[in-house]
């Protein structure tokens, strides 16, 4: 099946055709199962039987879900869980459950930095974040490393690490690599297919894709997926049931939207180039990006519906723009439908000095863009008009 066609019928199990089988999923809300028989409840419990006891410990559409990512992302099995930051938590301590160096970009998602600092680092964990463009410094660092955590696209600049190169380092060295692949979806890249160990989502992003839920979810082998449920049935981080259908739901459409967010976002990204006030456009297809030779590659399909521009004239010059919007929406997440802005330096690079934030790039004036799927000529004319242009 090619993905798409994976993305519209993955988690059915092959029920489709079974009579009386409702076409879309029903929820089931119960956070427990009765039984009738002991040995039924033993074997259902030790998972030599089908079913579902406990709500902590699975739930009809968590699973549906679960077996859905984990068919488009070509896993083994997953593991839902109820935000992204849970998923990556649990994603580190089923690749490094003791202390150990993880080697990750500079440009982390500023969340994922905040648990590396404050709960990690705390706990005997150290991070090693290096410039995943200098190759040379991604190997240095991968002589101490007992995890590597890569993000296929970075927030909020777009820069695309050569993801193949630092797998093939981590694989020669036996590191395991966590590939945080929400800016990407598996439309575009498949991570474990180029070697990668773990591949997480915040499914509250593109997966989803409707701004209405917060989810997370792993996938990878059969042991690793088995033995992070379990943790995160101990820790009771799962996903609840309705959250569960509603990203199963908005997956459904996931191949349409990211090509459509794709297209929107290499259109905006190419008008912007000319509009009063940009001084500078981030997208890895543009030819100009550091990131196009690597980008091309990689993510030959399309990158997403994520870009930034840097905007002459910082604060002032971004709230003006933003007085100015019809459409546009200042929000501080992405992936959904709807074209949204955020600003790095209150939103996700808040926990940053402005010497830290200057050092990655991001400036008074960087406006992160999360280009939805409406008509390419509002999204453009939207900006236009903000910007003056028009
Ligand atoms: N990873 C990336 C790349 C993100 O952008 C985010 C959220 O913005 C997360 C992880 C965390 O996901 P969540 O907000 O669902 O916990």
Redesign the pocket.
């Known amino acids: 099946m090619k993905q798409a066609s994976r993305t519209v019928h993955a988690g059915r199990g092959g029920k489709a055709g079974i009579s009386g089988v409702p076409l879309a999923p029903d929820l089931s809300p119960a956070a427990v199962h009765v039984y009738t028989d002991l040995d039924e409840y033993d074997a259902v419990a030790r998972g030599e039987r089908p079913g579902h006891y406990y709500g902590r410990n699975s739930n009809t559409n968590r699973t549906m879900l679960e077996e859905a990512v984990a068919e488009l992302e070509g896993a083994e099995a997953g593991v839902a869980t109820a ?4 998923a ?1 938590h649990l994603a580190i301590l089923a690749l490094a459950p003791k202390p150990a160096t993880i080697l990750a970009g500079r440009e982390l ?1 500023g ?2 930095l905040a648990l590396l600092r404050q709960d990690l680092e705390p706990a005997g964990y150290e991070a090693n974040l290096v410039d995943l463009a200098d190759l040379e410094s991604v190997l240095r660092g991968m002589e101490s490393a007992g995890l590597v955590l890569v ?1 296929t696209i970075t ?1 909020p600049l777009c820069a695309v690490p050569d993801l193949e190169a630092i797998i093939e380092m981590a694989q020669r060295r036996d590191v395991p690599v966590l590939v ?1 692949n ?2 990407a979806s598996p439309v575009f890249c498949r991570p474990l297919e180029l070697g990668a160990t773990v591949v997480m989502h ?4 593109y997966l989803g894709g409707h701004s209405d839920l ?3 979810v792993i996938v990878g082998s059969n042991p690793l997926m088995a033995a992070a449920r379990t943790r995160s049935v101990r820790t009771g981080t799962p996903l609840g049931p309705f959250e569960s259908w509603l990203a199963l739901r908005g997956m459904r459409t996931l191949d349409v939207r990211m090509r459509r967010h794709s297209d929107n976002a290499l259109a905006l990204a190419r008008a912007m180039r000319s509009m009063p006030g940009v001084a500078k456009v981030h997208h890895p297809l543009l030819e100009e990006s550091p990131s196009f030779a690597v980008a091309s590659r990689l993510l030959a399909n399309g990158s997403g519906g994520m870009m930034a521009f840097d905007l002459e004239g910082g604060r002032a010059a971004v709230q003006r723009m933003m007085s100015r919007f019809q459409l546009v929406a200042f929000a501080a ?2 992936g959904g439908v709807e074209t949204t802005i955020s600003y790095p330096e209150i939103t ?1 690079h808040r926990g940053l000095t402005p010497a830290e934030r200057a050092e990655l790039g991001v400036g008074p004036g960087t406006v992160r863009v999360s280009v939805g799927i409406e008509a390419p000529e509002d999204i453009v004319a939207d900006f236009a008009h903000a910007l003056g242009a028009a």
């Open positions: 935000s992204g930051m849970a990556l998602y969340g994922t993000e927030n945080d929400t800016f915040s499914v509250t992003k917060l989810a997370g997440s992405l996700s």
